[in-house]
């Protein structure tokens, strides 16, 4: 079983939509959880952190479940700006970071 | 701070040949990693070193691949020799060396193995 699984999509959703993306982690003793957006023959950048009371940025929505081992991903009114690859990131007890294959994301008009 | 800076952007080599990827990491962090990607397996971690010690080079897929960081600001990835499955972007990536904190990523490396 992987580390970090991810769906790896496409998800295909018009302007405005909202989607979610999942991720499940199997080692129960991480302890820090990102998401990293990349685009198109760029580097990964962070999204956002994920903390286990969840937290909000704008459009964006992260959950932490740690008794189901899993990580989420809301985005509200999407953008075609939106449009890319997420990856679900997950850190042990140490700063090792062991990032999913993404979910690929496709907004269109 | 200019970010983690990686050289070459491009690399086309011949099979067989040796291949040296740099990356300088943000000035102050502690913990470099390097990261390779492709189409079929994603982003999988090669090795990190925490104050220029490996940690952890569980994800090195061979003998040919070796890293080194003999200095807080430079490591190097070399691959020798190198093989046409060895073709993809290899990124470096730093943090400060603490616990969950994100990591930094270099523009990366597009090597071409023909």
């Known amino acids: 079983r992987k580390e970090v699984e991810q769906d790896p999509g496409p998800f295909n959703v018009p302007e405005g939509a909202t989607v979610a993306f999942n991720c499940t982690y199997s080692n129960s003793a991480s302890q820090s959880f990102f998401w990293y957006r990349q685009d198109c023959r760029k580097e990964p950048k962070l999204l956002m952190s994920v903390y286990s009371s969840g937290n909000e940025d704008g459009r964006f929505t992260a959950q932490l479940n740690r008794a189901s081992q899993y990580i989420s991903l809301l985005i509200r009114d999407s953008k075609l700006s939106d449009s890319a690859t997420y990856l679900c990131?997950?850190?042990?007890?140490?700063?090792?970071?062991?990032f999913g294959t993404g979910t690929r994301l496709q907004v269109f008009p | 701070d200019a970010g983690v800076i990686q050289s070459p952007r491009h690399e086309v080599t011949e099979m067989g040949q040796e291949v040296t990827l740099r990356c300088k990491p943000i000035?102050?962090?502690?913990?470099l990693f390097w990261y390779r990607q492709t189409m079929m397996r994603g982003l999988e971690l090669l090795i990190y070193f925490n104050n220029n010690v490996p940690i952890d080079d569980s994800g090195m897929p061979e003998d040919r691949f070796s890293a080194k960081m003999p200095n807080a600001s430079f490591s190097t990835l070399k691959i020798q020799p190198s093989e046409p499955r060895d073709s993809a972007v290899y990124f470096c990536a730093s943090n400060p060396g603490t616990e969950n904190t994100e990591a930094f990523f270099g523009q990366g490396t597009r090597l071409t193995v023909v």
């Open positions: 000035s102050g962090h502690n913990s």
């Open positions: 990131v997950v850190g042990l007890n140490t700063d090792k970071l062991i």
